[in-house]
């Protein structure tokens, strides 16, 4: 019996430092997607408005100025979050940037970006992967 508890205790010891290791858990990560998903939602609204004379130029503009803001403050957040790396910038820059472009907003850049980063960050496989394209001498041989 104390040997079946102490393999369950080891067992739960392996899994919460694997949780810790993760930089975005399943509710955060799920909030930063809805919230990114609505943006993309007015984004592409403010898109389907651009063929209507006047209005829908402003309301594109509008979307444009939007886009770039939301993307602004998902650089910051995944700043403060400590996400470091030069492919996860990357990605991260390339659909904030690609998503201001009005007939670009159509698709969701943002969020797709979104979905690379989170299994950059929180996969270590991925991570040493990425790290390794990146170009950073000795990257690939760290365990």
Same mark, same amino acid.
């Given at each position: 019996?104390?040997?079946?508890?102490?393999?369950?205790?080891?067992?739960?010891?392996?899994?919460?430092?694997?949780?810790?290791?993760?930089?975005?858990? +399943?509710?955060?990560?799920?909030?930063? +997607?809805?919230?990114?998903?609505?943006?993309?939602?007015?984004?592409?609204?403010?898109?389907?408005?651009?063929?209507?004379?006047?209005? @829908?130029?402003?309301?594109?503009?509008?979307?444009?100025?939007?886009?770039?803001?939301? @993307?602004?403050?998902?650089?910051?957040?995944?700043?403060?979050?400590?996400?470091?790396?030069?492919?996860?910038?990357?990605?991260?820059?390339? @659909?904030?940037?690609?998503?201001?472009?009005?007939?670009?907003?159509?698709?969701?850049?943002?969020?797709?970006?979104?979905?690379?980063?989170?299994?950059?960050?929180?996969?270590?496989?991925?991570?040493?992967?990425?790290?390794?394209?990146?170009?950073?001498? @000795?990257?690939?041989?760290?365990?």
């Amino acid at each position: 019996m104390a040997e079946e508890t102490k393999k369950t205790e080891k067992t739960s010891v392996k899994i919460d430092n694997a949780e810790k290791k993760k930089k975005f858990g +399943t509710g955060e990560f799920i909030f930063v +997607t809805l919230l990114l998903f609505f943006a993309e939602i007015f984004d592409f609204l403010m898109n389907i408005a651009f063929p209507i004379p006047a209005i @829908g130029q402003v309301l594109s503009a509008l979307g444009s100025l939007f886009s770039f803001v939301v @993307g602004a403050f998902f650089m910051l957040y995944l700043f403060l979050k400590g996400v470091r790396g030069f492919k996860t910038w990357t990605t991260g820059i390339a @659909g904030w940037l690609a998503n201001s472009v009005p007939i670009l907003q159509i698709f969701p850049l943002q969020i797709l970006s979104w979905f690379i980063i989170v299994a950059i960050e929180n996969n270590p496989k991925l991570e040493k992967l990425a790290s390794a394209a990146s170009g950073k001498p @000795g990257a690939a041989m760290k365990k």
